[in-house]
C-alpha cells in the first residue's frame, strides 16, 4: 500500500523554496511543505506557479510564487532573497526545475545541451550559492533532483545524464564541505515517474526500445507524490544524520 499522507507541523515554522514548483515533483513537494506546515516560496518559469502557492493558501498554510528561470543568475537567486526579504530566513532548499530531451549522442544540438546544464545544473548552483549563507545560519537542509541517469545508463540522454551526474557530485561535495557547519545535502534519484516531463518526452524513432525497457517492479506507485515524500523526509530533521546520501524512488528498478 502507499501511504503519503502529509506530516502535520512537521516543518511548522520553516521556510522552504521549491524550484519547479509548478507541476509534477516538484509540485507535489511544494504543496506537501505547506501542508506540513512551511512557508513554501514556489518557484517556476511557468506563470501557473501562482496557482501553487494559492493552492497552498486556500489550504490553511502560507505561501509565496516567484515566477523566474533558474538558468539566468538573476533568476535562481531571486527565490532565495525573496524567502529572506519575506519571512527572514531560509530553511529549505529543494532544487527540482528540471528539463529533459533525448537524442542519439551523437546528433545532439548545441542548443539541447546548453539548455539542459543551464537550467538542470548551472541553474542548481546559482540558487544553492545564493541560498548557503542562510541555511548555515538556520542550519538547514538542501534536496536536490537527481535521477537514476545519474546512476546507470540512460541511452539517447547524455546531456541529461550529464546534467544529473553533476548534481548528484554536487550533492556529495557540499554534504561534506558544509557538514560542521550544520547544513545536510541530499538528493532523491527517481525512475520513470509519471509527470509531464515524462508524458511529453520525444525518443528519436529509429531506437532500439529494448535498451529503454527497465522494468519498474511497484509500477503502481510512479505517481511524483511518491518522490514529493521522500524529498520532504530528507529535508525533515528526523533524517538529521543523513548526509550526502542519494536515495533513490524508482520501485527498485535499479536494485
Ligand atoms: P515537470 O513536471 O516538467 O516539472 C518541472 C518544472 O520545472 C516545470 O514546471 C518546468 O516548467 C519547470 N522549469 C523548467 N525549466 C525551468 C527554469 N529554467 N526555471 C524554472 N523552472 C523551470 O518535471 P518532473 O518530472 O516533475 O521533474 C522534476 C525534477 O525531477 C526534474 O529535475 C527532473 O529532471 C527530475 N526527475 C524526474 C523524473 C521523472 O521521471 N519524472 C525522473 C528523474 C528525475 P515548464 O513546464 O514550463 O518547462
Not at 86 to 115: F, K, M, T
Request: aromatic fraction near 4%; include cysteine.
Amino acid at each position: 500500500m502507499s501511504d503519503t499522507t502529509p506530516h502535520p507541523n512537521r516543518f511548522a515554522g520553516k521556510v522552504a523554496v521549491v524550484t519547479g514548483a509548478a507541476s509534477g515533483i516538484g509540485r507535489e513537494t511544494a504543496l506537501r511543505l505547506g501542508a506540513e506546515g512551511a512557508s513554501v516560496i514556489a518557484v517556476d518559469i511557468a506563470a501557473d506557479v501562482d496557482g501553487v502557492a494559492a493552492q497552498i493558501v486556500e489550504a490553511g498554510g502560507t505561501a509565496l510564487a516567484v515566477q523566474s528561470d533558474v538558468s539566468e543568475r538573476a533568476g535562481a537567486e531571486a527565490p532565495v532573497d525573496a524567502a529572506l526579504d519575506e519571512y527572514g530566513q531560509l530553511d529549505v532548499l529543494c532544487n527540482i526545475a528540471g528539463i529533459l530531451a533525448a537524442a542519439h549522442s551523437d546528433q545532439v544540438p548545441d542548443e539541447q545541451w546548453e539548455r539542459i546544464i543551464a537550467v538542470n545544473l548551472t541553474g542548481v548552483f546559482y540558487t544553492t550559492r545564493r541560498a548557503l549563507p542562510a541555511l548555515v545560519e538556520s542550519k538547514g537542509s538542501i534536496v536536490m533532483a537527481a535521477s537514476t541517469s545519474a546512476l546507470s545508463g540512460h541511452p539517447w540522454m547524455t546531456a541529461y545524464s550529464a546534467s544529473k551526474g553533476g548534481v548528484l557530485a554536487m550533492t556529495r561535495t557540499l554534504a561534506m564541505e558544509y557538514a560542521r557547519r550544520g547544513v545536510r545535502v541530499n538528493a532523491v534519484a527517481p525512475g520513470g515517474i509519471t509527470t509531464p516531463m515524462v508524458g511529453g518526452l520525444q525518443l528519436p524513432d529509429d531506437i532500439d526500445f529494448s535498451l529503454f525497457d527497465r522494468i519498474s517492479p511497484l509500477d503502481e506507485f510512479r505517481g511524483p507524490e511518491t518522490v514529493a515524500s521522500a524529498i520532504c523526509f530528507l529535508a525533515a530533521p528526523e533524517a538529521a544524520h543523513i548526509n550526502g546520501e542519494v536515495l533513490r524512488v524508482d520501485g527498485g528498478t535499479l536494485a
